[in-house]
């Protein structure tokens, strides 16, 4: 699970929703991870939307044989340019 947030800036009070990709990259930019459904998900676009000053849950399905150092990279998918990015390692519980 990821919490995505929007800090709310002055300058962008007025901004609406936006929507970003969410998607988890190996050391070699192998997609390895993408988010599943939920009530901010673009069930279309599989884009997370978010409004300014909020923070959305998401889940993140990952690879079932992918297991190691990984990069979440939230994407302008209009641009695919990187807007934040994460590296985490898995955990998984057994």
Same mark, same amino acid.
């Given at each position: 699970?990821? !919490?995505l947030a929007w800090s709310q800036v002055e300058a962008f009070?007025?901004? +609406?929703?936006?929507?970003? %990709?969410?998607?988890? &990259? !190996?050391a070699k930019g192998n997609i390895v991870g993408l988010v599943?459904?939920? +009530?901010?998900?673009?069930? %279309?676009?599989?884009? &997370? ?46």
């Amino acid at each position: 699970m990821l !919490d995505l947030a929007w800090s709310q800036v002055e300058a962008f009070a007025d901004e +609406q929703e936006i929507e970003v %990709a969410i998607e988890a &990259v !190996d050391a070699k930019g192998n997609i390895v991870g993408l988010v599943g459904s939920g +009530q901010s998900v673009n069930a %279309a676009t599989q884009g &997370v939307r978010i409004h300014p000053g909020q923070i959305v849950n998401v889940g993140l399905r990952m690879e079932d044989s992918f297991s190691g150092t990984f990069t979440v990279r939230a994407l302008d998918p209009a641009t695919q340019a990187i807007i934040a990015d994460l590296t985490l390692k898995t955990a998984y519980l057994e």
